[in-house]
DNA sequence: TTGTACGCGTTATCAC
DNA sequence: GTGATAACGCGTACAA
């Protein structure tokens, strides 16, 4: 029966274990408590630890809370996590967070702003130690808010303009100029772009990622060829290519904002019997589920989401061991996946 | 400057609130809970709600559950939120407790039983007020290990044996009816199964449910085309579409578990040049996001994951006011989407 | 109707 | 090295 874990369902607490091992609940509590350990005599430490163990003593993080003002709880708000986007975003930041034992607190915002701000005073009364937020737009008062109130902010996914705030997000920048080089080494000199939303980071960075790198290839970008959509989903792709078809710009290449956009125009060459990539490439953005599934297999940047939520994590954890650390800003280095929605242009 | 909110990074009590209505502690208390609210004068407590308002009071939910035993939070296992299965589970669950006032607290397990302990054992001293798993198999030990803890349960998207045990799913079994029903009615006789492991209620109920509609169809299951894949995943779905093609039963339909084993037929369908549904249709289980985008468009069963969601929430809340109050089982019924992945059979 | 006093389970600060 | 005690913020008997 040793080793057996007592399936009690009165809770057992700090009191039963002193009880148990004889000692005063004060030193119990040290005896838990790896920096503490070294305050209590080594022998009656391992009787502490025995007996906590044969209770199966589980320290009550909330009475722990109310003592040292912390949760070792972070909230982390996402727009949807029905957006394939962000399963992986958070699965890093849970695991990174789990290893200096920290547990995420998830809400969702729809992109809507005043829920936003529910969500996140929600969680300050829930006392949460930081939040990590994928919601925030280029100039979203949420960030400033949140830092007023004194609670570490680290962005993920989306940065905001002020530089002072910690961020880890993949390279929009670098990603989109990678699928506009490889369109250009293509042939390709008609190129359009169907941005996403400029207020978000995301679809501004990527916008200035396309002007960049069809600059450097010696193309000078067609105003008739960037439309900026509405949101960053199939439809309003959609709608936004119909638009630029419509405008006859004579683009071979399009390269969307995100792989939904990008599916949107797939949708518009179905209804219009267009031939990609025969007749028009397309690129899109993040790699999501699935891509490669899509017909024709879709070309498109590799942003690897996991790791910006690790590096979302590290930064929090940074910024809870010393708030006074300088905030640092990551990009990861995103990676261009060709696949088949890109060719030579036609003729 | 009334009707601005402070925003002191400085914590406000309820004994900020007390001095600045000028009544004492416990009288604001009961004045701010709702339920207490009738027990003081009506003046003093407006009086009260003023001073909270006006000092941006949020009550500490931790202080409060160490004194209730209660945190107004739910835990939420989930085998990988990476499923695309998962994310509109969990959003129903969170937009319905949300309406009662609790918030979840996601975990992923990796379908690993131990890691599925060690998680809501975390939860438990997180003082959890219930737990609902999406991660437990049939015979699951964590089920009961849950109930004898005394926190209530609730199983979602996969049952467990025990009736006992609240749960909700999409109905399995009818769902699978469907599928087959509308592969009979197409003509096919050599109708296979790939079925999902039988651990899982989820495999087990379909699998049933693929032999109940074969024998009201008039249809002997042939034990050749039934195969049972060691997990829900495209690899197995593809490994286990090999051996049935092997074993060589003439099979000119294949009813698959789940979507991914239905994606996972379509890559031995590439390996071998066989086309679908021309030489063989093959019907799926889920419509996940997407399904619509294979090659061919995937015929499926659509199971509405994020009213599964809700429902599993709504038998938590049921549980938690009423912790003696009968277990039921909801199982949401489910919808067959044509597409163009099955057709009549060859010949 | 309101004030008082205690306790929830922990940790921190003292003494010893 | 260990024990005693107070305190975290709140809810609630009980007293007034």
Same mark, same amino acid.
């Given at each position: 029966m040793a080793g057996q874990r007592e399936m009690t369902s009165a809770r057992v607490t700090l009191r039963?274990?002193?009880?148990?091992?004889?000692?005063?609940?004060?030193?119990?509590? #040290?005896?838990?408590?790896?920096?503490?350990?070294? *305050?209590?005599?080594?022998?009656?430490?391992?009787?502490?630890?025995r007996a906590a163990e044969q209770?199966?003593?589980?320290?009550?993080?909330?009475?722990?809370? *109310?003592?040292?003002?912390?949760?070792?709880?972070?909230?982390?708000?996402?727009?949807?996590?029905?957006?394939?986007?962000?399963?992986?975003?958070?699965?890093g930041i849970e695991d990174r967070l789990e290893e200096d034992g920290y547990t995420p607190l998830m809400a969702n915002t729809d992109n809507d702003r005043e829920r936003a701000r529910i969500d996140w005073q929600t969680m300050r009364a829930r006392q949460v130690d930081g939040i990590i937020t994928a919601t925030a737009d280029r100039t979203d008062p949420i960030a400033e808010e949140i830092t007023d109130s004194g609670?570490?902010?680290?962005?993920?996914?989306?940065r905001v303009?002020?530089?002072?705030?910690?961020?880890?997000?993949?390279?929009? #920048?670098?990603?989109? #100029?990678?699928?506009?080089?490889?369109?250009?080494?293509?042939?390709?000199h008609r190129i359009a772009h169907i941005g996403g939303p400029l207020e978000f980071s995301s679809g501004h960075d990527r916008h200035e990622g396309f002007l960049e790198a069809m600059r450097e290839g010696g193309l000078e970008p067609d105003p008739d060829l960037v439309i900026?959509?509405?949101?960053?989903?199939?439809?309003?792709?959609?709608?936004a290519c119909r638009e630029l078809l419509d405008r006859g710009g004579g683009a071979?290449?399009?390269?969307?904002?995100?792989?939904?956009?990008? *599916?949107?125009?797939?949708?518009?060459?179905?209804? #219009?019997?267009?031939?990609?990539?025969?007749?028009?490439?397309?690129?899109?953005?993040?790699?999501?589920p699935f891509a490669d599934r899509f017909q024709p297999p879709l070309t498109t940047v590799r942003i690897r989401p996991y790791e910006v939520g690790v590096a979302a994590a590290e930064l929090m954890l940074e910024a809870l061991r010393d708030p006074d650390s300088e905030p640092r800003q990551v990009q990861l280095r995103p990676e261009l996946v060709v696949r088949e929605s890109t060719g030579p242009p036609p003729g």
């Open positions: 039963d274990v002193a009880r148990a091992a004889d000692v005063h609940p004060g030193t119990a509590s #040290r005896a838990l408590n790896a920096e503490t350990r070294s *305050l209590v005599n080594e022998e009656t430490a391992q009787r502490v630890l209770l199966g003593y589980l320290p009550n993080p909330i009475a722990r809370g *109310l003592k040292t003002n912390r949760s070792y709880t972070i909230g982390v708000l996402v727009p949807d996590i029905t957006n394939p986007l962000f399963p992986p975003i958070l699965r609670l570490p902010l680290v962005l993920v996914n989306r303009d002020d530089p002072a705030v910690r961020a880890a997000t993949p390279d929009d #920048r670098a990603g989109m #100029r990678l699928a506009v080089e490889h369109l250009v080494s293509l042939g390709h900026i959509s509405k949101a960053f989903t199939e439809l309003e792709g959609a709608t071979t290449a399009i390269a969307a904002s995100n792989d939904l956009i990008a *599916l949107g125009c797939y949708d518009v060459f179905l209804e #219009r019997s267009i031939d990609c990539p025969g007749q028009l490439s397309v690129a899109g953005f993040n790699d999501m």
